[in-house]
């Protein structure tokens, strides 16, 4: 079963949790200069220039999290392509699935903008950029 936690709920399992692993879904580009939270690691599910899916994800994702038991949590812009990464773990036998929903950027607000409604960094939580 894949939960949908907040961006703050998600911190504080990660805070309490020493299994936990946050795993950072974007793109490389987004990952780097957008920014990351602190020990993300980062394995993208889609990637530029085509966002064709990544043929690893699962390989790359049970390299660094072998154990189907740990809280695995996912991470995108917004919490749709961390959703969709968390589904193809689940198939795949993961137990602990967290989706965190807004993401790190968050929604879009009425000027189509993010970052500014909801996310990660709206609610100031730790980050960094590379």
């Known amino acids: 079963m894949i939960e949908n936690r907040s961006p703050q709920e998600s911190w504080d ?14 793109t490389k580009m987004e990952h780097l200069f957008v920014g990351h939270p602190p ?3 980062h394995i993208p599910w889609k990637e530029a220039p085509d966002f064709q899916l ?8 049970h ?5 189907f038991n740990i809280p ?11 959703l969709e990464a968390a ?3 689940e198939n795949t036998g993961y137990l602990r699935l967290i989706n965190i929903v807004d993401g790190f950027e968050g929604s ?4 189509k903008q993010r970052g500014h409604l909801n996310g990660w960094r709206f609610v100031g939580l730790p980050w960094q950029q590379s």
């Not at 390299?63 to 154990?67: K, Q």
């Not at 695995?72 to 961390?82: F, K, V, Y």
């Open 13 to 26: 399992i990660l805070q309490n949790d020493a299994t936990a692993v946050l795993i950072d879904v974007r």
């Open 39 to 41: 020990k993300s690691i």
């Open 54 to 61: 990544n043929a690893h994800f699962v390989d790359s994702v």
């Open 63 to 67: 390299r660094v999290a072998p154990n």
């Open 72 to 82: 695995i949590l996912l991470l995108c812009r917004s919490g749709q392509r961390s």
């Open 87 to 89: 589904v193809a773990l």
């Open 108 to 111: 879009l607000d009425h000027n």
